[in-house]
């Protein structure tokens, strides 16, 4: 029940004879078309592309504008709705009783909705937020569990043109407000309160909690889903989802809106303490996402798709908000938790809503590796998987071994995985095998989608040769890319632009290319950006949180260290106002601080390990040294210069204080 024992390194997929002939994209040849095709006139095919996945109230007459880069325009004269793309034109073409979202409760209940329903539900939500003064361009927060309502919502807002910035259910009140006040949003959408793995935790405490803090003026109004009927403060700026809704018509026209409208804001971390909200657009957006969806996950008609991201996060607007949807896809929303009832449950609703497509995060899988090793009745071949056809990962590199047991034991050795490297910033897949066509190789993401100029460059800019890692890079721009940083310009350009690069986008990973067949492999952040169990979090942002605690700590650096389950694990060294603790005196500091970084991020951004020190290792300039830092987590022995360390004795001291 172990993960097979191959050589990993050697081991080598060819896409299923099958679908050689079946798949969007069929075979070798196929793709190198449409690469070619591409090479030859970029605006050409991606035009062809815009034209083929998305319909237009007006078509496009240019498609990259280029003149004020890196601030680029993609189809801007065309005119569409991206609402009206993923509903109303699947009931125009005949899928109006097709069952859109196949939601399943924490519990296990299922509830069913057709695309049809999902219109009508999305119409009366929009009439809802244009009654409460919602307008074209006015930001709108969604602080929502998973559900049919909260994929509606984000589908109301992009069909009255208002910018929804989703902010995941898992963060505090504190990282609430800081969202709804950098947005200035008009109206909040929550629910009274979440479910998973059975518990039930609230939300609408914590938007009143972020909304007390000052600096949301902005927000007039509270749209509350009722999911548990649990009890909740109410103020006067409160309306019911329910009540707000009944009265209005299921019929809304969608604002008509040009293809570099905003649809969305979505904070995410950068290597300083202040997270990023990544502006993406509607066109482009749609046209990517569209695409990918369709070509990676080889979707066809009868296919019951499941992501199992949640929409708090770019993969769950992309390839769960928008991307099924804008296929006419069926798909299955998932309000719980992999390991409740227990860590079968993956596996289970894969066997009970006969699955087709299945796309999930390396964290996931690594950590069912581990339960099914101990319990036999979680492993997935106690389940019939029979239905699957395709299987994906994203959000972190994937380990072969993990690779080799998801291939083998979820796919029963049949099914191709996609790989798929992205970013919140690319807004879509842009490395990524296709199931017709690439030979799969364990750990790397293989090759670039067609009409993405992915490769490795070192610091100047000068592409490195095959077999040696360096920066990885997007050389021309895409139809799905961030269009800014909301409200931020200058530190788009700083961020992603370098004039050191020569105008190409720079990812922020280090990677390298096979030596033979060129296949990308994702090595990690360069940045101070950690990935835990698939979420990325600042260093910087859990130091702000740390010090932000001003009686008890003075100074805080935080570092990643590998973890075989959540990929890396956070590690801060903390500096406090009194004596260094010790013994228990520590572990309940330790405790109080990891509380305390919940309270003002998440759950998800406290640190694993908390080790207290006297000093930080800092150079004479009074630069931490956090390679130094590293190399402590890890447990390693300090092989680096350690001449310009200002106060050397402080490095025997982090070793012992565990
Ligand atoms: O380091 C890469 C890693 O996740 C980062 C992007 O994180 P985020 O914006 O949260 O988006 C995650 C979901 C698209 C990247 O810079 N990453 C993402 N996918 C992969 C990956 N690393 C290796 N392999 C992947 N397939």
Known sequence: MNAPDRLHHLAQYAPPH????????????????????????????????????????????????????PFYKWFEDGVLNVSWNCLDRQVEEGLGDKTAILFEADGGTVTRISYSQLLAMTCRMANAMKALGVRKGDR???????????VAAMQACARIGAIHSVVFGGFSAHALRDRIADTGAVLVVTADEQVRGGKTLPLKALVDEALAHGGCDSVR???VYRRTGGGIAWHARDR?????????????????????????????????GKPKGVQHSSGGYLVQVAATM?????????????????IGWITGHSYIAYGPLAIGATQVVFEG???????????????????TVFYTAPTAIRSLIKAAETHPEVHPDRFDLRSLRILGSVGEPINPAAWEWYHEYVGGGRCPIVDTWWQTETGAQMITPLPGVTTLVPGSCTLPFPGITAAIVDETGEDVPNGQSGLLVIKKPWPSMIRTIWGD??????????????????????????????NFTIGGRIDDVLNVSGHRMGTMEIESALVACTELVAEAAVVGRPDDTSGE???AFVVLKGPRPTGEAAEKLAVRLRNWVGKEIGPIAKPRDIRFADNLPKTRSGKIMRRLLRSVAKGEAITQDVSTLENPAILSQLNEAH
């Open 140 to 150: 709108v927060v969604i602080y929502m569990s998973m559900s049919i309502e909260g």
């Open 489 to 518: 310009d200058a530190r788009y350009v700083s961020s992603y632009y370098p004039p050191e690069l020569r105008g190409y986008y720079l990812a922020g990973d280090g990677a390298a290319r096979d030596r033979d067949t060129g």
């Open 240 to 272: 019911w989802m329910h009540e707000a809704t009944a009265e209005q018509p299921a019929v809304c026209e969608p604002e008509w809106v040009g293809a570099e409208h905003p649809l969305f804001l979505l904070y995410t971390s950068g290597s300083t």
């Open 294 to 310: 369709k070509w990676t996950f080889d979707m066809h008609p009868e296919d019951v798709f499941w992501c199992t991201a949640d």
């Open 18 to 69: 099958r679908l050689l002939h079946t798949a969007h994209v069929p075979g070798h040849a196929a793709y190198q078309a449409l690469v070619a095709e591409s090479q030859e006139d970029y605006a050409g095919y991606w035009g062809r592309l815009a034209r083929a996945f998305v319909q237009w109230k007006k078509p496009f007459t240019r498609t990259l504008d280029s003149d004020n880069a």
């Open 337 to 355: 938790v992999p390991t409740f009832p227990d860590a079968g449950r993956f596996w289970k609703m894969i066997e009970r809503h006969k699955v």
């Open 569 to 571: 694990a956070i590690c």
């Open 221 to 223: 109004n509270v749209m």
